[in-house]
């Protein structure tokens, strides 16, 4: 069965620079959900969107802004990228029905030097 | 307070053995309870979910809520090698898209 597919799977930028990070849902989701994983720690709850639109927000920086586009793929793009933003980003999609299932992408390793 | 604690463990058992790990929270609002395994640079994989008290079995899980007293349990039977991850629990609630907010995750070791 075809799961949620993340890219790229790993990524470098330095200090400053700009960084953009892709999902590609399941088949015939709607929703999208972006977490956050730092070393050690639980995913955090960033953005989501549901049909086009941004569903709900979480401890997504200002720094950090995502889209849905018409074939339901997601991105995320990070600017003025900071030591701290190294980290797991997973993607989650989910069917708007039964938001309450999501699965989980490979997410993407970000290391920001 | 976070919203879901969790014992990050680590938790070392033999092969075989009966595992119990727990998770409280502390919102009442209608939300849906769930388990989570992942694997080392693996995205979080969905075990159980539920919304009502009392327990759910699935195979060798069975995922335990107590609403009254905010505890959600996740039991391990015959534990194995395989089930060696980090099992984060999760409360999940509606707020135009579901919310998940998660454990700190508890790090599962199963001896051979």
């Known amino acids: 069965a075809a799961g949620v597919i993340q890219s790229p799977r790993h990524l470098i930028k330095e200090k400053r620079e700009t960084a953009t990070l892709k999902c590609y849902p399941i088949?015939?989701?709607?929703?999208v959900y972006w977490y956050q994983q730092g070393p050690g720690q639980d995913p955090q709850f960033l953005i989501s969107?549901?049909?086009?639109?941004?569903?709900d927000k979480g401890s997504i920086p200002d720094r950090f802004s995502a889209q849905q586009f018409s074939d339901y793929h997601s991105e995320l793009n990070m600017s003025s990228l900071e030591l701290g933003d190294s980290a797991l980003y997973f993607c989650?999609?989910?069917?708007?029905?039964?938001?309450?299932?999501?699965?989980f992408g490979p997410g993407t390793r970000l290391t920001v030097l | 307070q976070k919203e879901v604690e969790q014992d990050p463990g680590p938790l070392s058992v033999p092969e075989g053995a009966i595992v119990s790990l727990n998770c409280t929270y502390s919102?009442?609002?209608?939300?849906?309870f769930m388990w989570y395994r992942q694997y080392s640079r693996k995205g979080p994989e969905l075990l159980m979910y539920?919304?009502?008290?009392g327990n759910k079995e699935d195979g060798r899980f069975t995922a335990q809520v107590d609403k009254s007293s905010k505890y959600i349990s996740l039991f391990i039977r015959d534990s194995q090698p395989s089930d060696s991850a980090t099992y984060l629990c999760?409360?999940?609630?509606?707020?135009?898209?579901?919310?998940?907010?998660f454990g700190a995750g508890t790090r599962l070791f199963v001896k051979a």
């Open positions: 989650a999609s989910s069917s708007g029905t039964s938001g309450v299932t999501q699965f």
């Open positions: 088949p015939r989701h709607d929703t």
């Open positions: 969107f549901y049909e086009k639109m941004q569903s």
């Open positions: 919102n009442s609002a209608f939300q849906y």
């Open positions: 539920t919304y009502s008290s």
């Open positions: 999760a409360r999940s609630y509606n707020t135009g898209g579901f919310k998940t907010i």
